[in-house]
């Protein structure tokens, strides 16, 4: 093949890898903000929730006062009740957010300090998005010594002597120092 033609196939092989690129990312993208406006409903639906009930269980404790002509349309009172009530709400949101994105944070061990303090100040959106980026490598096996290590892989063997089988020589793999030591016993 010429090489303009290696150069054209090089460049249509590019365009295509970069094309899958921008679709995976797209599709990412898309699931995001799908699983956010699902997260953002569900906290909305959690906080009307909660001020629903808290409201029904202070209506049957406290019934709401009857308006007449002396008192106001709008009591100030009850509305900052309600305030404190969403405020309250929001740190309970917020609380359970922070146990949750810790809890994520310590399932991996093998993010450096530097790491867990920026995505401790980011969003549980942002941290899980993250988490699913940078998927946990496996973490390097290190049940053997180095001698238990040689001889699993066959390069030291149980009896590293030199020694006949009928009519064959049987040579095994051997340190320096062991093949020394060979050479001593036949002297």
């Known amino acids: 093949m010429s090489q303009r033609t290696l150069e054209q196939i090089e460049r249509h092989a590019q365009a295509e890898e970069e094309r899958r690129i921008r679709a995976a990312n797209r599709e990412y993208e898309e699931r995001e903000a799908r699983r956010q406006e699902r997260e953002a409903r569900r906290r909305g639906q959690l906080r009307a929730h909660m001020a629903m009930r808290d409201e029904a269980n202070r209506a049957a404790v406290n019934p709401a006062p009857k308006l007449t002509a002396k008192t106001p349309e709008r009591n100030p009172e009850m509305s900052t009740s309600l305030r404190r009530q969403v405020e309250d709400l929001e740190r309970r949101v917020n609380r359970s957010e922070q146990c949750e994105k810790d809890e994520l944070l ?8 530097e790491l867990r303090a920026a995505l401790a100040k980011e969003s549980l959106a942002v941290v899980r998005a993250f988490l699913d980026r940078h998927p946990e490598s496996p973490a390097p096996q290190r049940d053997y010594e180095p001698d238990a290590m040689d001889k699993a892989m066959g390069l030291v063997s149980h009896e590293p002597r030199v020694h006949m089988v009928g009519t ?3 040579l095994p793999v051997m340190t320096p120092e062991q093949a020394k030591a060979q050479l001593r016993e036949r002297r």
């Open 106 to 113: 310590a399932t991996r061990p093998d993010f450096n300090p």
């Open 168 to 170: 064959r020589l049987i």
